[in-house]
Nanobody, 114 residues
Framework: QVQLLESGGGLVQAGGSLRLSCAAS????????MAWYRQAPGKRRDLVAA???????NYADSVKGRFTISRDTAKNAVYLQMNSLKPEDTARYYC????????WGQGTQVTVSS
């Protein structure tokens, strides 16, 4: 069973930055894709950013140019650097791993005040 542990969420003012971390319980090279999703109350869970085992990345249009997904294979970790945060970025952020079974973390809350 794979465990994913997110951290780094919190309360930040609009325009600020946060860095989310996702620590995996096994080598992230074993996953086809790792990604960050987010879900606001009453809304569906949407893809924010993803990185493949080959290092290719893709982003939701709403975060392009502001968010960056990266990884540290030595630490079995994936990160989401979030800059220029907006109130509409407020959501619970979840780490996801696909091998191709799907694994989810418990999430970390990000709240952006205006």
């Amino acid at each position: 069973q794979v465990q994913l542990l997110e951290s780094g969420g919190g309360l930040v003012q609009a325009g600020g930055s946060l860095r989310l971390s996702c620590a995996a319980s096994r080598s992230i090279y074993s996953f086809k894709t790792m990604a960050w999703y987010r879900q606001a109350p009453g809304k569906r869970r949407d893809l924010v950013a993803a990185i493949t085992s080959a290092g290719s990345t893709n982003y939701a249009d709403s975060v392009k140019g502001r968010f960056t997904i990266s990884r540290d294979t030595a630490k079995n970790a994936v990160y989401l650097q979030m800059n220029s945060l907006k109130p509409e970025d407020t959501a619970r952020y979840y780490c996801n791993a696909d091998d191709p079974l799907n694994y989810w973390g418990q999430g970390t809350q990000v709240t952006v005040s205006s």
